[in-house]
């Protein structure tokens, strides 16, 4: 399968990092994975493009790995149609202090407009 | 007018009860809201038992967590993290529970009331004793979010005080100073 996986640095992005890569190493996705401008992230692009290649190195996973500029929301939705990915993946939360979970801006713009098949990763 | 703030937008007028306290509700059930100590064992679990049994379908943004182990994980951090919780009591059953766990200076508020006893009157008699508790713990700011389309929580919300801070995302955030307001005395 065709994966496209948005990242913009927030503790949720990095775990569904993790699973995603697993998963891909499981059952061979061919993965890409678009370092996003979040600011509601604590890590700087390249922070997250480190952690990106040493999860993958990890791994022994090759995957495309690039950055997008511009509205990470918007941005993601028009690669993930242009390049006609099977499925787009995103962080699924954070957890406020009581334990609810709120989903961030960039998931709430996905879910809302993408035409690709969206999973977020709890 | 005495204090200035006390009259400022978002904070109520009507002071705050401080448990704890007894009322009768709509259908004339006498109800006891108290302070859950973290030493009240027998409190914990009548605790888990209100959310073993809490309708699914009444969960609001993930919590509360569903079967009884997730519950008491999710129970046990939040008295870990030094939270404030008060528990509705009817006899001997929990049928209400609103916490304010801190979050930095300020705290998250969240408050449950068991279906059988929603549209009762508990959850508004359990929110403005759990304020006024907070008040005389020397809580200031409170905030809570909210699903966009609970109108009957965010009208709850709004009746005590609070007001809309972000209302860009799926959920509601809103916002109340406790350091402004006043509490009645227990005598």
């Given amino acids: ?122 | 007018m005495t204090d200035e703030r006390s009259t400022a937008a978002g904070t109520p007028a009507d002071p705050f009860p401080v448990p704890p306290l007894t009322f009768t509700d709509a259908s004339g059930r006498e109800v006891r809201i108290d302070v859950l100590s973290s030493s009240d064992d027998a409190g914990f679990e009548s605790l888990v038992e209100m959310y073993d049994d809490f309708d699914p379908s009444m969960r609001a943004q993930g919590i509360p967590p569903v079967g009884e182990r997730r519950v008491r994980t999710w129970l046990q951090s939040l008295l870990v993290l030094d939270s404030h919780n008060l528990l509705a009591w009817l006899g001997e059953r929990v049928i209400g529970h609103a916490t304010l766990v801190p979050d930095g200076e300020d705290h998250e508020l969240a408050i449950f009331v068991h279906q059988d006893f929603q549209g009762s009157g508990v959850g508004t008699r359990l929110i403005r004793a759990l304020l006024g508790y907070g008040a005389t713990r020397g809580v200031g700011a409170v905030w809570l979010t909210v699903e966009r389309w609970n109108h009957a929580a965010i009208t709850l919300y709004e009746k005590v005080g609070f007001e809309t801070t972000n209302a860009e995302a799926l959920d509601v955030e809103m916002e109340l100073d406790l350091s402004a307001v006043h509490t009645e005395s227990t005598g």
Avoid: Y
């Avoid at chain 1, 890569?21 to 493009?49: F, H, K, M, Q, Y």
């Avoid at chain 1, 950055?67 to 957890?95: I, K, N, Q, W, Y």
């Fill in chain 1, 1 to 122: 399968m065709k994966v496209l996986l948005g990242i913009g640095g927030s503790d949720d992005s990095l775990e569904a990092l993790s699973r995603t890569v697993e998963r891909a190493v499981e059952a061979g996705d061919a993965l890409t994975i678009a370092i996003l401008d979040n600011p509601e992230s604590e890590r700087s692009p390249a922070e997250v493009e480190a952690a990106v290649e040493a999860v993958l190195a990890d791994a022994d996973l090759e995957a495309t790995v690039c950055r997008v500029t511009g509205d990470p929301g918007s941005e993601l939705v028009a690669l993930a149609e242009r390049e006609e990915f099977d499925e787009l993946v995103l962080g699924g939360g954070m957890r406020s202090p009581m334990g609810k979970i709120r989903l961030g801006h960039i998931a709430e713009f996905v879910l809302l407009n993408s035409r690709v098949t969206v999973t977020l990763v709890r």
